[in-house]
């Protein structure tokens, strides 16, 4: 039909993240544009994995008080839109839906990670823990950036394989990585998000070249931000149990998804940190990657 | 760019007509069997081809999908059969459960959400305060209106949600509202149900809620239920049709229809098949989906059964209504399809009280 071809296309952008290609469209050219900019460094598949689709929630949100719908090959039933300033979180939260409950070639760790010397220090904790932006520190200083939100266990050789999607920058640690990496690396500050100011951050170059690079679990944290430093020991039951809900896909794996996580919980040491500043969580890291990796 | 969900229906029909697909092509047919939730079904239809890399992890990731559905659907059915392990009366299993359960064809790959379950009407209190007390199923609605609905009109319970696993169960007890023009035999469908040869396919073991708290013993740890039934070949087929044709707007119609499809293939007494369906008034429903899966899927029919009828193509462009985004086209089509679902399930006046609620509703 001649009208649709202007009215109903979707602009596009095609990227792979880690082994995951993504096709994301959009309603509106701009945020295809600010994506496409991000992503600058990163291959483009010509199958994707999965689509994720930037659409107006009605035609009149489309134009006036603009509105954008989180919407793809997967779906939440109850997905409040964003407003449209918000387009590059939508994206970014379209594409961890589809990951988070459409992936299934890995067991998906709801986790950020580092590599050095081809072991990977792996952290997970909750929103707000310090994962993510300690992952990001990390990566300014010596370590690989393997990614700030998913860890892939590959169920066949126990590697972690990376998923270095744009760094999602939360509140505090804004300020806190502007003053360690380069302006031309940032996205738009967005203002006022469900989840409160949040900036996109292009990870370092190495990162996105060696994508395609796994490495062996070799320790794993559970950082805490905000209380007194302090290490503890979390004993192999209990990090069972903290990672099968860290898990998306623990379940759907069935027998597959134990073993994965069996292995992985009985050959990597874990223990639990507590820190009031990003330089000495740093320094903790480092001690106690000296120490049991 | 493909033009609608016939791409889809010819993968599924002739697997071979994937293999001049370009990348183009494989992208808009992985989203569009996502989007009508055939995906799984679409991977078991290609598991003998040749595909591209990629789509080949795609749908290995939608085989594995598709067992853990079918895992999950199986222990919902045991974990319903344990909490009505005390009712006498047949609970037959229905849809996606009942065709993996029995190992038909249709269950092949298929996408299972709920579980739908169908037991005598003047059972119906009993059930539902089993499946609470016993089960832990609690209501989802807390709507009146709706409620009400449901009990007066309806032709299955207000849809039950279990509190720690967040699954559904819809408790039928006939396979259309009350409200529609045909009134199949419910009873007569129940009568015919067959035991299923082995009880939901899980051995021992807790809920999976229970496994998380050990301490917390099972409530019925030895079943002593006659088991689970499921619905006649024939009705299984006037089932499937009367849901596809007779009752809702098509949403989700090309997944029905190609059970619909598998269902008949299992079959070959047509004479036998004609006449259950006007005994249940269903046989325009049964005759309608027919043609429309002999056409879109190329099931094999009785040439006396294959004269089209004209609404035929409207039924085809509202079941291909999909793009190659996965979005749905086709606005008008559906529109009138979704008015002609409430003008089939209700008689004027009911619908005309239905929808006043429903816009009052809408504006508090």
Redesign the interface.
């Known amino acids: 039909m001649g009208w649709c071809t202007g009215f109903c296309s ?1 602009h596009e952008l095609r990227i792979q993240v880690g082994p995951a ?1 993504f ?1 994301i ?1 959009s309603r509106w050219r701009a945020p295809i544009d600010q994506l496409a900019a991000l992503y600058y460094g990163y291959p483009m ?5 999965f ?1 994720v ?1 930037l ?1 107006a929630p009605s035609l009149l949100r489309r134009y006036v008080r603009r509105q954008v719908a989180i919407d ?3 779906m939440l039933p109850d997905a409040v839109p964003l407003p449209y300033a918000q387009a590059l979180l939508a994206a970014e939260m379209g594409m961890n839906l589809q990951m988070a409950l ?4 890995h067991l998906l760790l709801h986790a950020s990670a580092v590599e050095r010397d081809g072991r990977a220090l792996i952290m997970t904790g909750l929103s707000g823990s310090g994962k993510s932006t300690l992952s990001a520190l990390l990566g300014q200083c010596g370590w690989r950036f393997m990614g700030d939100e998913f860890v892939l266990l590959d169920p066949d050789s126990g590697m972690a394989v990376p998923f270095p999607r744009l760094i999602s920058l939360k509140n505090e640690a804004i300020a806190a990585m502007q003053a360690e990496a380069a302006e031309g690396r940032f996205g738009p500050l967005m203002q006022g998000t469900p989840k409160g100011d949040i900036r996109h951050l292009v990870p370092p170059a190495d990162a996105i070249a060696r994508m395609g690079e796994g490495a062996q679990p070799a320790l794993l944290l559970f950082p805490r931000f905000g209380h007194a430093s302090l290490v503890r020991e979390v004993a192999p039951g209990e990090c069972f149990m903290r990672m099968t809900q860290a898990s998306t896909n623990y ?4 027998e ?1 998804g134990f073993v994965a996580m069996t292995r992985f919980i009985k050959s990597v040491p874990a223990r639990a940190i507590d820190y009031e500043s990003s330089d000495e969580a740093v320094e903790l890291v480092e001690r106690l990657w000296g120490r049991l990796a | 760019m493909t033009r609608d969900a016939m791409l889809l229906v010819d993968a599924l029909r002739n697997p071979a007509t994937t293999r001049t697909l370009d990348a183009a092509g494989w992208t808009a047919l992985i989203a569009m069997a996502r989007a009508e939730q055939l995906i799984g079904t679409l991977a078991h239809r290609l598991s003998d081809e040749v595909v591209p890399e990629r789509v080949a992890a795609i749908l290995a990731d939608a085989r594995i999908n598709a067992d853990y559905q079918h895992r999950s659907a199986l222990w919902e059915a045991e974990c319903a059969a344990r909490a009505l392990a005390d009712y006498p009366g047949k609970v037959v299993l229905m849809k996606g459960t009942a065709y993996v359960a029995a190992g038909l064809s249709a269950g092949e790959g298929r996408h299972i959400g709920d579980l739908d379950i169908m037991v005598a009407r003047d059972d119906l209190a009993q059930v539902e305060a089993l499946l609470i007390e016993k089960g832990g199923w609690e209501w989802v609605k807390e709507d009146p209106y709706d409620d009400a609905y449901y009990r007066d009109h309806m032709h299955e319970l207000p849809p039950l949600i279990h509190k720690d696993r967040d699954r559904m169960i819809d408790v039928h007890h006939t396979i259309l509202p009350l409200t529609a023009r045909p009134t199949p035999n419910a009873g007569g469908m129940l009568d015919l149900s067959k035991p299923l040869p082995f009880r939901g396919g899980v051995g021992g073991g807790g809920c999976r809620s229970d496994a998380v708290r050990p301490n917390k013993p099972h409530p019925n740890p030895s079943p002593k239920g006659e088991g689970l039934f499921v619905l006649s070949l024939h009705d299984r087929i006037i089932h499937c049709a009367a849901h596809l044709i007779a009752d809702g707007d098509l949403a989700g119609g090309l997944r029905n229809l190609w059970d619909m499809h598998c269902l008949l293939g299992e079959q070959d007494d047509w004479v036998a098949l004609k006449a259950r369906a006007e005994h249940h008034q269903l046989w325009p429903a049964v005759h309608c989906a027919a043609r429309l899966a002999h056409r879109l899927y190329g099931t094999d029919i009785p040439q006396s059964w294959r004269q089209d009828a004209l609404s035929d193509a409207l039924f085809i462009r509202r079941l291909t209504a999909r793009d190659g985004w996965g979005h749905q086209t086709r606005k008008v089509t559906r529109l009138a399809f979704y008015i002609r679902s409430h003008w089939l399930r209700m008689p004027p006046l009911i619908l005309a009280r239905h929808l006043w609620t429903k816009w009052r509703k809408q504006r508090r």
């Open positions: 979707m290609a096709r469209g598949p010509d199958i994707p994995d689509t689709r659409d793809g090959d997967y459409g992936w299934r070639r379940v759907a794996l069935g597959a």
